[in-house]
């Protein structure tokens, strides 16, 4: 008898550029379209009540030419822009639907301000606090960041994250987020001790606001620590808060972390239901308190780090982008969620980038300017 063929898994195994197959160009549109079914391992959770929708149709388009461009735009996968309960427009590109589910990427980093925040709210957690005070093995890239800083992106150390960049870390990052399979026959790393690998932490506040996925994933563990339900549960909180219809995903760490900074998976329906959680000030959907709503506030209008351009019209504040009225978040790839906090509008906006780096910053900007175009029309 012959011996079976065994192969590495050809969807996580890492080919030309140091991608892994549902990554490069040629396949991520199919990637971020089924990035819940491919990634190592996910955690899914569906909502326990439905927030109910009606459709209440308002030619968006018309109205916000920005937005007219980015739906005749090739990447555009899906768009939904809520007002409360009402659909006010959506609309989806032929391979895709607004009711399907699509990588969110780093929109997922907005999980964290909810959870650090009701960690805040019950007092077991210091934003002065220094990351080695709760997580004493960090390594020196983090334990004398604070948390405060890890929240705004104001973090200078070795982590790199230039999507451009094949040998960027923020790759191998990937192999602790459960998004790809590490070399030959070495072992997968874990959050923990990718996090603890991070070194070159240097003092002081960066001019602008430095992307780190890490911060996130630093935070991450410090919330696993401290939380007093696991951060699982914490997600079902975040979907029966939001009432989903369909259910949200998020990939795993080799040990069992939710990737937050950017495994999500949601539809542009669901993911403008998440955006109302702050719309609404952090009320779930029957309008009882759930997030920490002075935590909200507060991040709107404190001082934080600016974006770099183009995208500097918004700050970095507390692990969202804002400009004090409209916060939202980008995401690798092509997403954007934008929530006007004066009119509880949220609109989301899914789409696939097929460049080489799979990002483009002015592609981004164009992207936040025309949500929020879209919510001043709506309001």
């Known amino acids: 008898m012959s011996r079976p063929r065994i192969i590495p898994n050809p969807d996580l195994a890492v080919g030309a550029d140091n991608k892994q197959r549902w990554n490069q160009p040629a396949h ?8 819940h079914l491919l990634f190592r391992r996910t955690f899914m959770s569906r909502a326990r009540n439905v927030l109910a929708l009606t459709p209440a149709p308002q030619d968006l388009p018309a109205q916000a030419p920005a937005l007219r461009a980015l739906l005749d735009h090739a990447a555009m996968s899906a768009v939904c822009c809520l007002r409360g309960d009402r659909i006010i427009f ?62 705004d992106m104001a973090v200078l150390n070795d982590f790199s994250e230039d999507y451009a960049d094949p040998a960027s870390d923020c790759y191998t990052e990937e192999i602790a987020l459960g998004w790809r399979l590490p070399h030959g026959a070495e072992p997968e790393t874990t959050l923990a001790d990718f996090a603890a690998g991070i070194t070159g932490f240097i003092p002081g506040t960066p001019p602008e606001a430095d992307y780190k996925s890490a911060n996130t994933d630093v935070l991450t563990l410090i919330a696993a620590a401290l939380s007093p339900i696991p951060l699982l549960a914490q997600i079902e909180q975040i979907a029966d808060a939001a009432g989903y219809e369909g259910a949200f995903h998020i990939s795993l760490s080799p040990e069992g972390h939710p990737a937050f900074s ?68 980008a995401g690798y790839g092509g997403q954007f969620l934008m929530v006007d906090t004066h009119t509880e509008t949220a609109c989301a906006f899914l789409s696939v980038l097929e460049n080489d780096a799979g990002y483009d910053e002015a592609y981004m900007d164009a992207v936040a300017r025309a949500l929020k175009e879209a919510c001043l029309q709506i309001a």
């Open 90 to 151: 959506e609309t989806a590109a032929e391979d895709f639907a607004p009711n399907r589910p699509h990588s969110v990427q780093s929109i997922s980093k907005m999980h964290i301000h909810l959870i650090i925040g009701r960690l805040l709210d019950q007092g077991v957690i210091s934003l002065e606090a220094k990351v080695a005070d709760y997580l004493p093995g960090i390594g020196s890239g983090y334990g004398e960041a604070t948390v405060q800083a890890l929240l």
């Open 28 to 35: 991520r549109r199919h990637g971020f379209h089924n990035a």
């Open 262 to 329: 950017g495994g999500g998976c949601l539809s542009a329906r669901d993911l403008a239901r998440f955006g109302l959680l702050f719309a609404r000030q952090g009320r779930d959907i029957s309008g009882a308190p759930f997030a920490n709503a002075d935590f909200l506030t507060h991040s709107l209008a404190r001082p934080a780090p600016s974006l770099a351009a183009p995208k500097d019209w918004l700050r970095y504040s507390n692990h969202m982008m804002t400009d004090g009225r409209f916060v939202g978040h």
